[in-house]
Structures are given as structure tokens and as C-alpha cells.
């Protein structure tokens, strides 16, 4: 089955800066890879996402950026406010099954 | 608009004990899931259904069983409550197709003692 390693587990930026996180998946037949964002006591909403024919994609401050070849991709915030203090899920899935298998997470903190 | 809802919120169970975790959508949506979500270890599927009368498994079903009679109901039944089963339980739901937004309910804290 697909494996979802996600890094780092924590990440601390000043607010201002930018936060990347970074994700390998191990299943070369996964094509489909969202993030979501966990704010504390809150549900998982998804931010972004990204399909395996697009090298890139960008929705305002957010971008996430997929390398098919190395198997990986990454969550590119810029311009981090205090609202982007939250945890961050990766996760990869395919387009012929249903299930899509989340990365371990990364709790961002952004300090005023 | 009520989404996808859980219940109960907070529920502390003896070892042994059996419960079932509650879960409803009123979108419509053929595809539900459950997951754990335990430190460091990210969200874990448990089950999932495609629709009503279909259920599957995911990475970790053991101590956990579903059904799906209808649409709009996924209920997770824990058989005999262990401590490893303490965690914080997400049931979600979206349209067919992976590419469809995922709408989480707002979780079950579950604590086995």
C-alpha cells in the first residue's frame, strides 16, 4: 500500500517568512495529493490540491509544487500570518481507488 | 447547513465495553470514512463505504466494525474497548471520485481506561 512520510513534524517561523513542508510518497500510481489544515480542537479542511499532470499550483499565499520523478511534494506558504498556526496534513491517493492515505503531520507555529 | 455530524463529542469507555461512534451527512454524498487521529502517527483509515450496503476496509479495522444501511448514516462500532483504541476519531464524507473535498465531522475523543 502507498506510504506517506511527511517533514517536519514541527515548524516555527516568524511571522512574515515562509513555511515549507515536505512530503514523499512511496506508491508511483498516486496522482491525486491534497493538504489539509487542522486547526487546534477544529476538524481537517482542505487548503489545496495538486494532480499528478500539473507540476504546480498556487492559490494565493499557498502553493504546493509536485515532483512525480522524485516522489515528492511540498507546501509552499509565503507571507505566514498568525492564522496559519495550525497542523498541516499531506496526503496521496489514486485516481482508480478511493482511499487516499494522510502523512503524519506538521504542527506550524507562526510567532508575532 | 449541517454538514457531517458526529456523535458523541467526549466518551470514556472501560476496557471490555463495547459503543458505537455516531456519524450522519446530509449532502448526499456516496463516499464515508472513518479515522483515527493519534500523536505523530497523522490520520489512519479505518473503514470506508462507497455507498449504502458497501464497506471496505482500511489500514487499521481490527476492533472495528461498520455498516452502511443507509446514505446518510456510517456508524463505527468499537466490539471490546481496548486502551490502545484511545484517540480522537474523524468521520468524513465526500462526493465519489478521489479529487472531491473531504468534509470532516468534528471529532470523538475516546479514552479506554
Known amino acids: 500500500g502507498e506510504n506517506v512520510e511527511q517533514h517536519p513534524s514541527t515548524l516555527s517561523v516568524q511571522e512574515g517568512d515562509s513555511a515549507v513542508i515536505k512530503c514523499t510518497y512511496s506508491?508511483?500510481?498516486?496522482?491525486?495529493f491534497p493538504w489539509y489544515k487542522q486547526e487546534l480542537g477544529k476538524r481537517p479542511q482542505l487548503i489545496i490540491d495538486?494532480?499528478?499532470?500539473?507540476g504546480e499550483k498556487k492559490d494565493q499565499r499557498i502553493a504546493v509544487t509536485l515532483n512525480k520523478t522524485a516522489k515528492h511534494f511540498s507546501l509552499h506558504i509565503t507571507e505566514t500570518q498568525p492564522e496559519d498556526s495550525a497542523v498541516y496534513f499531506c496526503?496521496?491517493?489514486?485516481?482508480?481507488?478511493?482511499?487516499?492515505?494522510f502523512g503524519t503531520g506538521t504542527r506550524l507555529t507562526i510567532i508575532p | 447547513n449541517a454538514g457531517v455530524t458526529q456523535t458523541p463529542k467526549f466518551q470514556v469507555l472501560k476496557t471490555g465495553q463495547s459503543m458505537t461512534l455516531q456519524c450522519a451527512q446530509d449532502?448526499?454524498?456516496?463516499?464515508m470514512s472513518w479515522y483515527r487521529q493519534d500523536p505523530g502517527m497523522g490520520l489512519r483509515l479505518i473503514h470506508y463505504?462507497?455507498?449504502?450496503?458497501?464497506?471496505d476496509q482500511g489500514e487499521v479495522p481490527n476492533g472495528y466494525n461498520v455498516s452502511r444501511s443507509t446514505t446518510e448514516d456510517f456508524p463505527l462500532r468499537l466490539l471490546s474497548a481496548a486502551p490502545s483504541q484511545t484517540s480522537v476519531y474523524f468521520c468524513?464524507?465526500?462526493?465519489?471520485?478521489?479529487?472531491?473535498?473531504?468534509?470532516f465531522g468534528q471529532g470523538t475523543r475516546l479514552t479506554v481506561v
Open positions: 463505504s462507497v455507498g449504502a450496503g458497501i464497506t
Open positions: 506508491d508511483s500510481a498516486s496522482n491525486y
Open positions: 495538486i494532480r499528478s499532470n500539473v
Open positions: 449532502m448526499n454524498h456516496e463516499y
Open positions: 468524513a464524507s465526500r462526493r465519489q471520485g478521489i479529487q472531491a473535498e473531504a468534509f
Open positions: 496526503a496521496a491517493g489514486n485516481f482508480g481507488n478511493e482511499k487516499l492515505t
